[in-house]
């Protein structure tokens, strides 16, 4: 039988530096919640607000797997692998840190915010060389679908990391439904809420809203509303 955790919007740890306003899903720099430090193999979801022309100064990360999606504006990125680029909303970013790197973003626009997801999983190897991956997604790929934007496997579609983790993008319509099916056994499902209402396994998510489940086999989604929503299929086990 499923097990099930819920992670509602307003349960999230906060810090808002005025520059940032940040919500943390898993315990995360001065937030820390016994109960939440990580789900399986995921480590941090942060849905972080940037405010315009400022940003995170460069800093160290290494042995992380480190994703992040912008919903609304711009990303400047920088490190000490020689990348500079900007990553616009509907891209896909990966950094497999690895050995060690160090990097910074920023809102390159004064007069616009940036809104985006990022995600941190464990890797299931240590010590690798540090890469750099981002690609632009498909749209209209999500449309009442599951459009996957990360795996495993370099030649598959969207990004890919050291992890045996699946991430798909959804757009759904009002009262559309579509079953998912975990990609591999004893990997478990992470599905937070873009936008919208969506129904889970009988479990009612808003925006924001995420839930966790393991031990399934296939899940049943229906959109309430028009619905946006983000599933991760990670490895329970380290």
Excluded: C
Aim: charged share 20%.
């Amino acid at each position: 039988m499923a097990t099930t955790v819920l992670h509602t919007a307003d349960t999230r740890g906060n810090a808002n530096h005025g520059w940032l306003n940040a919500f943390h899903s898993f315990s995360f720099a001065n937030w820390y919640n016994p109960d939440r430090i990580q789900f399986g193999t995921l480590r941090v979801l942060n849905d972080d607000t940037i405010a315009g022309g400022m940003g995170f100064g460069t800093h160290p990360h290494n042995n992380m797997e480190i994703i992040t999606i912008p919903f609304e504006g711009d990303l400047a990125h920088k490190d000490s692998m020689g990348n500079s680029s900007i990553i616009k909303s509907g891209d896909i970013q990966v950094m497999s840190a690895g050995s060690g790197i160090q990097h910074s973003e920023f809102n390159p626009n004064a007069d616009q915010q940036t809104k985006l997801f990022q995600i941190w999983l464990f890797p299931n190897k240590k010590d690798v060389t540090p890469r750099y991956q981002q690609i632009t997604l498909d749209q209209a790929a999500q449309k009442n679908n599951f459009a996957q934007i990360l795996s495993p496997n370099a030649e598959d579609e969207g990004v890919w990391i050291h992890q045996d983790a699946w991430f798909y993008l959804a757009d759904f319509d009002a009262d559309f439904s579509k079953t998912y099916a975990i990609k591999k056994p004893g990997n478990g499902v992470y599905i937070m809420v873009i936008s919208g209402t969506i129904m889970v396994d009988g479990q009612l998510l808003n925006t924001r809203d995420a839930i966790g489940i393991t031990d399934f086999e296939t899940l049943e989604i229906t959109a309430k509303t028009a619905a946006k929503f983000l599933i991760m299929d990670i490895p329970m086990e380290m």
